[in-house]
């Protein structure tokens, strides 16, 4: 069993449209949580992060976290074009361990 | 804004050659990391580094991988005989606190094996 399945897709939506992206984990002690857009051959840029269960929001993105389940999901408001990209989950179990990243999810914004 | 830089952008070399690949992390940082991408894959974790030691690694990071902060500012990945498989783009990240688990990658660097 993969440690952080994420559906690589391509994901196809409208512009405008709400986006929904997730992966699940199966190692429990994971307690950081995060979110990267990858664009082609470049590094990740972070753009959410989360400890342990909940919400998070920044503008048109919001975070969510259930350890429960093992879930994680990122949603984006009013999609763009320009969000068109590679969305990776990662996660830790803090201190100076290494994230360990699903496979990404290519994301294509239509205009 | 702070960044991570990585030199050099693109490196080639022959098979059993030493490369080094350089990052200078953001100043204020105190957790250092190499992660790796083979194309097409999921981004890889090699190495953590603090402290001017090494904290943790996976299985990828065997004996011809080293790490090496040389100055204040510098952290290197040493790769020291290259095999074909170890082509890919390579990631430098860093980290401020001990509380948070925020880290932030450099450009990289993408290595070609020949």
């Known amino acids: 069993q993969k440690e952080v399945e994420q559906d690589p897709g391509p994901l196809s939506v409208p512009e405008g449209a709400i986006v929904s992206l997730n992966c699940t984990y199966s190692?429990?002690?994971?307690?950081?949580f995060m979110w990267y857009r990858q664009y082609s051959r470049k590094g990740p840029e972070l753009l959410m992060y989360?400890?342990?269960?909940g919400n998070k929001e920044d503008g048109r993105f919001t975070a969510q976290v259930d350890k429960s389940s093992k879930y994680i999901s990122l949603f984006i408001r009013d999609s763009q074009p320009s969000d068109s990209a590679t969305y990776l989950c990662a996660m830790s179990r803090g201190g100076a361990d290494g994230l360990t990243f699903g496979k990404g999810t290519h994301l294509i914004i239509q205009p | 804004e702070p960044e991570v830089t990585q030199t050099p952008s693109h490196q080639v070399t022959q098979m059993g050659q030493e490369v080094i690949l350089r990052c200078v992390p953001i100043?204020?940082?105190?957790?250092f990391y190499w992660y790796r991408q083979i194309l097409g894959q999921k981004v890889e974790f090699l190495v953590s580094f603090y402290n001017n030691e090494i904290s943790e690694k996976s299985e990828i990071f065997d004996d011809q991988f080293s790490v090496e902060r040389p100055d204040g500012s510098n952290f290197t990945l040493k790769i020291r005989s290259t095999k074909l498989e170890d082509s890919a783009m390579y990631f430098c990240?860093?980290?401020?606190?001990?509380?948070?688990?925020?880290?932030?990658f450099g450009p990289g660097t993408r290595l070609t094996v020949l």
């Open positions: 190692n429990s002690a994971f307690q950081y």
């Open positions: 989360t400890y342990s269960s």
């Open positions: 100043s204020n940082h105190l957790y």
């Open positions: 990240a860093s980290r401020e606190l001990e509380s948070t688990d925020t880290q932030y």
